[in-house]
């Protein structure tokens, strides 16, 4: 057995690969779902706190100023949209938000728990809007990448730890 430099950040590891090949693995010294999962997993966490990140800071500029984006609601929708929302419709939908970044944050330590906070979030996610305004504000769009990031997450939930 060859003696390899180490490296503080990675360290060399063989594989079953063939024999003169060298893998790099990461040095994962916390437990994390990283270690048993695949590339899927870690990039739909990884979006799921981008995209989480970003809608609720979004959401939470769109209550503080409210009267201006009532404003581009009004020009881009028609005025009788605007009656049905209010600041703590945004505020709501921003939370929700923030309880998504907590499933997603869980997730990634492991825990089932984060997916089921994940789950709740995301479905009150999509239907606030459904139940404030009516049928025509919900959002397919929004509804397929839900199933498609639940359904990522769902395949990896042995790993999860209980």
Same mark, same amino acid.
Request: hydrophobic share 50%; proline share 4%; glycine share 6%.
């Given at each position: 057995?060859? @003696?390899?430099?180490?490296?503080?950040?990675?360290?060399?590891?063989?594989?079953?690969?063939?024999?003169?090949?060298?893998?790099?693995?990461?040095?994962?010294?916390?437990?994390?779902?990283? @270690?048993?999962? @695949?590339?899927?997993?870690?990039?739909?966490?990884?979006?799921?706190?981008?995209?989480?990140?970003?809608?609720?800071?979004?959401?939470?500029?769109?209550?503080?100023?409210?009267?201006?984006?009532?404003?581009?609601?009004?020009?881009?929708?028609?005025?009788?949209?605007?009656?049905?929302?209010?600041?703590?419709?945004?505020?709501?939908?921003?939370?929700?938000?923030?309880?998504?970044?907590?499933?997603?944050?869980?997730?990634?330590?492991?825990?089932?728990?984060?997916?089921?906070?994940?789950?709740?979030?995301?479905?009150?996610?999509?239907?606030?809007?459904?139940?404030?305004?009516?049928?025509?504000?919900?959002?397919?769009?929004?509804?397929?990448?839900?199933?498609?990031?639940?359904?990522?997450?769902?395949?990896?939930?042995?790993?999860? @730890?209980?």
């Amino acid at each position: 057995m060859q @003696n390899y430099k180490k490296i503080p950040i990675l360290r060399i590891a063989s594989l079953p690969y063939p024999k003169n090949s060298l893998l790099l693995l990461p040095n994962l010294r916390m437990k994390t779902v990283m @270690n048993k999962s @695949n590339k899927w997993l870690e990039s739909a966490l990884l979006l799921s706190a981008i995209g989480g990140s970003f809608c609720a800071l979004l959401y939470f500029c769109a209550a503080i100023f409210f009267h201006q984006v009532a404003g581009l609601v009004e020009w881009l929708t028609n005025p009788t949209v605007i009656t049905n929302i209010s600041p703590a419709y945004f505020l709501s939908l921003g939370g929700a938000n923030c309880v998504s970044l907590l499933g997603v944050a869980g997730m990634k330590r492991a825990q089932r728990s984060g997916f089921r906070l994940y789950v709740l979030a995301q479905l009150l996610i999509l239907l606030l809007p459904t139940l404030k305004m009516g049928l025509s504000s919900f959002s397919s769009v929004n509804a397929i990448f839900t199933l498609l990031f639940i359904t990522i997450y769902a395949f990896n939930y042995r790993y999860f @730890n209980r």
